[in-house]
């Protein structure tokens, strides 16, 4: 059997504010309650559990694979909502991308204070 993320849990102030965040920036399925959670399914391997803990904690970095039309799709509901994404964190001003490894990326950080990443190709996957 190969290893393959299956739950990542993820602290958030508000965990509902910021599963539903996740889910229509990323076009995803509304989030449901899962135990102490609030569950995002990502695909049918991956769901990112939310969950809202009674202290503070540094934000977390994840990112996701997409496809070049759900890149476009997600820049665009980035844009619609007015959330600031960069090509690198906190490099080349607001509203860029990056073409790294031969594809797009660019960086925004969820209303929890996590910071996300869309990318079209996987790194290592082209020379830069």
Do not use: C
């Not at 990112?48 to 503070?56: E, L, N, R």
Request: net charge negative.
């Amino acid at each position: 059997m190969a290893v393959r993320l299956d739950h990542l849990a993820l602290a958030a102030k508000d965990a509902h504010e910021s599963a539903q965040f996740l889910a229509d920036i990323l076009g995803l399925p509304d989030p449901h309650p899962w135990g102490p959670f609030i569950a995002v399914d990502v695909d049918e391997t991956l769901t990112i559990d939310y969950a809202a803990p009674p202290i503070d904690f540094p934000g977390q970095h994840v990112a996701f694979l997409v496809g070049e039309d759900d890149f476009d799709a997600i820049r665009g509901r980035l844009d619609a909502r007015g959330v600031v994404y960069y090509a690198a964190p906190g490099y080349r001003g607001p509203g860029t991308i990056n073409d790294n490894h031969g594809g797009r990326g660019l960086y925004f950080d969820d209303p929890g204070g996590h910071h996300l990443e869309v990318i079209t190709q996987r790194y290592g996957s082209a020379p830069d």
